[in-house]
Nanobody, 115 residues
Framework: QVRLVESGGGLVQPGGSLRLSCAVS????????MGWYRQAPGKQRELVAT???????NYADSVKGRFTISRDSAKNTLYLQMNSLQPEDTAVYYC?????????WGQGTQVTVSS
């Protein structure tokens, strides 16, 4: 059974930083691509960043140079370091595990960027 639990969201001022964490349970998590997605009110869920089992990363153009995805296999945890946050980054952020034919999601964590 796979369980993904996000944490680290909150309210931050424009230009600020947050680090999201996703605790992953279940076996063999190291072999799957992991990712962060977000969904703003009234919008579709969109890709933020992904990281493969060998550490290759991919970012949405809107977050390149500001966000960094990483994984700590020893701690079974996925991270998203978010810097230079802007109001348009406001959304619920979801952790994702991609197993090809299926995917698993966390419950999401709210990030609000506002002055």
């Amino acid at each position: 059974q796979v369980r993904l639990v996000e944490s680290g969201g909150g309210l931050v001022q424009p230009g600020g930083s947050l680090r999201l964490s996703c605790a992953v349970s279940g076996s063999l998590w190291r072999i799957y691509t992991m990712g962060w997605y977000r969904q703003a009110p009234g919008k579709q869920r969109e890709l933020v960043a992904t990281i493969t089992r060998d550490g290759s990363t991919n970012y949405a153009d809107s977050v390149k140079g500001r966000f960094t995805i990483s994984r700590d296999s020893a701690k079974n945890t996925l991270y998203l370091q978010m810097n230079s946050l802007q109001p348009e980054d406001t959304a619920v952020y979801y952790c994702n595990q991609d197993r090809g034919v299926t995917a698993f999601w966390g419950q999401g964590t709210q990030v609000t960027v506002s002055s």
